[in-house]
């Protein structure tokens, strides 16, 4: 995502590019991330409607098949690297494959093969973090599961973050086993921890087994079944499961670059950048994306937009800061979890003076003419200014809504006007008025 694009725009400028990566191109997003998970959701979701549906004139036999579904996925993802590469070809992009690491402060090599640059944007995403545990091998990582041609019967999330309850969310619609082992006290840490109770309380309605504080110290194999040792709230266990799945957080991808090289200083969080997203230490080198300790979330929009101030700087020098006000997060279970602006406990920790509506809203049309019975809200809106500071959603549909709230806040659209303004009914845009 981010390297692409400042690749195209660099390009398209005049400049001579090149771009490289160690496996087909397209990115985490199109070929192993939001687009094919959210085909997968997709599925899951259609089949959820028509069994909440039960009783309300919709007679149910249908099942996820999760081959069909998979071979769906692929006619998404499958064309991607071709289409890349022929569109890099088209630009006069020069594309390299393999794995690049730094020689000096200006030039990279690949198999071997030199190539120097007046820049280098830095662009490599990130990856599952280890888990440093005996039986490491045996767990299968987001891209292993978006690529699996059978959905085993017994399936064991390890962290309980986005990746790993859209996974177990999309399992459970499959009619599969689901575990979440998750380590700290709540799941989906960034989100509000009042929805994402309600979600908590509905994927235990759906069957999962959720255990929290849960750390997991080694994973064993027998014949194709595993054993999962965990220690859960203090107590040794073991639990029995065909497909142990890695979801406990992703870290910036710089390892085996050899940042040192280019004296590129980089931390846990990834390429040190000022707010031109500029190598602190060499200012030949730009970082975008989920690679860049930037302050942005890692996620698509924000790599695209972090690749286009780079671009920016690079064509016309330094002007064009980053900045991340309003960037709207979704997990996309089923129903959605959405997030925009502040949390109630970072609008209290900035000693800010602000109201809060908050409803479960399952007894509304909008959710009862769907079935879902799990759907809700909070809004914070400041006294003063009537600014709304952050929006958080859950039910259907949140994860478009979400946008409306990450408009308003970032355009100081104020609450009354937004309540103003007219929406088409029944959408679930309609219910926003009553949310403020
Ligand atoms: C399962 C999953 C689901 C996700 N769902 C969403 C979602 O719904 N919405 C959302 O906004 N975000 C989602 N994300 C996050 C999103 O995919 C990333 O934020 C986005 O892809 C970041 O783009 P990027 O350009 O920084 O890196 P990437 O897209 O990861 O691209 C980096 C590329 O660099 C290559 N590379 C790494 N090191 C080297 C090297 N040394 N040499 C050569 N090439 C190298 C990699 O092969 C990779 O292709 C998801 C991620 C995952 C894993």
Redesign the pocket.
């Known amino acids: 995502?981010?390297?692409s694009t400042v690749a195209t725009a660099c390009r398209a400028a005049g400049w001579q590019v090149a771009i490289?990566?160690?496996?087909p191109f397209g990115?985490?997003?199109a070929l192993?991330?939001?687009d094919p998970?959210?085909v997968l959701v997709g599925g899951a979701e259609v089949l959820d409607w028509a069994r909440r549906m039960r009783g309300r004139g919709i007679q149910n036999g249908s099942r996820l098949d999760w081959p069909d579904l998979m071979r769906f996925k692929r006619t998404f993802t499958d064309p991607v690297p071709k289409d890349r590469e022929e569109s890099f070809a088209k630009a006069g992009i020069a594309a390299f494959h393999?794995?690049?690491?730094f020689v000096d402060r200006s030039a990279v090599e690949i198999n071997r093969e030199l190539l120097e640059a007046r820049h280098i944007v830095i662009?490599?995403?990130?990856k599952p973090r280890k888990l440093n545990i005996p039986g490491e091998q045996y767990v299968t990582t987001?891209d292993q599961f978006?690529n699996l041609d059978s959905l085993p019967e017994r399936i064991l999330f390890i962290g309980g973050g986005y990746?790993s309850m859209e996974f177990a969310h999309i399992s459970l619609r499959a009619d599969r086993e689901v575990t979440v082992l998750h380590r700290g006290e709540r799941l989906l840490e960034g989100f509000d921890p009042d929805l994402v109770q309600q979600l908590f309380e509905k994927t235990q309605r759906l069957g999962a087994r959720i255990h929290l504080q849960a750390e997991v110290k080694a994973v064993e194999e027998n014949n194709g079944a595993l054993r999962v040792h965990a220690q859960v709230a203090g107590a040794e266990n073991i639990l029995a499961t065909d497909l142990a799945v890695h979801g406990a957080g992703?870290i910036p991808?710089i390892d085996?670059?050899n940042l040192a090289a280019a004296y590129v200083e980089a931390g846990p969080r990834g390429v040190k950048v000022n707010e031109y997203l500029q190598s602190v230490s060499n200012p030949a080198v730009y970082a975008?994306?989920?690679?860049a300790a930037s302050g942005g979330p890692?996620?698509?929009?924000?790599?695209g937009y972090e690749a286009r101030v780079v671009a920016a700087n690079l064509l016309e020098g330094n002007h064009r800061q980053a900045s991340y006000i309003a960037v709207p997060t979704?997990a996309?279970t089923i129903p959605p979890l959405a997030s925009v602006g502040l949390s109630e406990r970072s609008a209290r920790e900035r000693g800010l003076k602000f109201r809060v509506h908050r409803e479960t809203t399952s007894s509304w049309y909008s959710s009862r003419r769907v079935a879902e019975d799990c759907s809700g809200f909070k809004v914070l809106i400041k006294d003063e200014t009537d600014q709304v500071l952050g929006a958080h959603l859950i039910g259907p549909h949140a994860e478009e809504v979400i946008n409306l709230f990450a408009l308003a806040i970032s355009s100081n659209t104020h609450a009354s006007d937004l309540r103003d303004r007219i929406f088409a009914y029944p959408t679930l845009a309609s219910d926003v008025g009553y949310m403020l």
């Open positions: 995502m981010a390297g490289v990566d160690s496996l990115g985490t997003c192993r991330g939001c998970k959210k393999g794995r690049a690491h662009a490599t995403g990130a987001s978006l990746v992703r991808d085996d670059l975008a994306g989920d690679v890692p996620l698509t929009p924000v790599a979704v996309f």
